[in-house]
């Protein structure tokens, strides 16, 4: 059974920094991309980042680009998002999701909970 | 950045019924979309991707349609576990967009 288990949310200032992890099982974890997608309360949901299989490649929605910075550890079946230089519209549950082989968003976490306020 | 207009925002049937949700693209994304569903509380589900392919474990009650810019979901008969939001997703290009969802509503 494929399981993701998100970690790392909580409350911080603006300007903050925070580290996401989500470690994986039940799947072979280097064999698929990976997904940060997010969604502030109430609200739809948002990509945020994609990681490729070997980490080769990473891709980052516009509004996080150079604050954001989303990786893999294979050894460890665990993705991470590095956040810096938070923001109030940051707040959000933050989704890790893996991609089908059709890169679709097939099997996703409960999310943890990141909350930026002064 | 192609945007994704879901129609209509909210809808409500009554169990056994047809519903039929749009997604329309601001330019082509080719067959690259799917479709999810978002229960209260949960976590988003995969339910058709490629506009048309059920993911697994997915009911044969919906199905899903179009191409270019054009798309529908279907739900041929609605059971009351189908409240929910329901979200189209385009992977044709960068950034990957969602639409703003179409609450379905069981009477």
């Known amino acids: 059974e494929v399981q993701l288990l998100e970690s790392g949310g909580g409350l911080v200032q603006p300007g903050g920094s925070l580290r996401l992890s989500c470690a994986a099982t039940?799947?072979?974890?280097?064999?698929?991309?990976m997904n940060w997608v997010r969604q502030a309360p109430g609200r739809g949901l948002e990509w945020v980042s994609t990681?490729?299989?070997?980490?080769?490649?990473?891709y980052d929605t516009d509004s996080v680009k150079g604050r954001f910075t989303i990786s893999r550890d294979d050894s460890k079946n665990t993705l991470y998002l590095e956040m810096s230089s938070l923001r109030t519209e940051d707040s959000a549950l933050y989704f890790c999701?893996?991609?089908?082989?059709?890169?679709?968003?097939?099997?996703w976490g409960q999310g943890t909970l990141v909350t930026v306020s002064s | 950045e192609i945007v994704l207009t879901q129609s209509p925002a909210t809808l409500s049937l009554s169990p056994g019924e047809r519903a039929t949700l749009s997604c329309r693209a601001s330019?082509?994304?080719?067959?690259?979309l799917a479709w999810y569903q978002q229960k209260p509380g949960q976590a988003p589900r995969l339910l058709i991707y490629?506009?048309?392919n059920r993911a697994t474990d997915i009911p044969a009650r919906f199905s899903g349609s179009g191409s270019g810019t054009d798309f529908t979901l279907a739900i041929s008969s609605l059971e009351p576990e189908d409240c929910a939001v329901y979200y189209c997703?385009?992977?044709?290009?960068?950034?990957?967009?969602f639409g703003q969802g179409t609450k379905v509503e069981i009477k």
């Open positions: 039940g799947f072979t974890f280097s064999n698929f991309a």
């Open positions: 999701v893996k991609s089908n082989s059709d890169f679709y968003y097939e099997y």
């Open positions: 997703q385009q992977r044709d290009s960068w950034p990957r967009t």
């Open positions: 490629d506009t048309s």
């Open positions: 330019q082509s994304v080719s067959s690259y």
């Open positions: 990681i490729s299989i070997s980490g080769y490649s990473t």
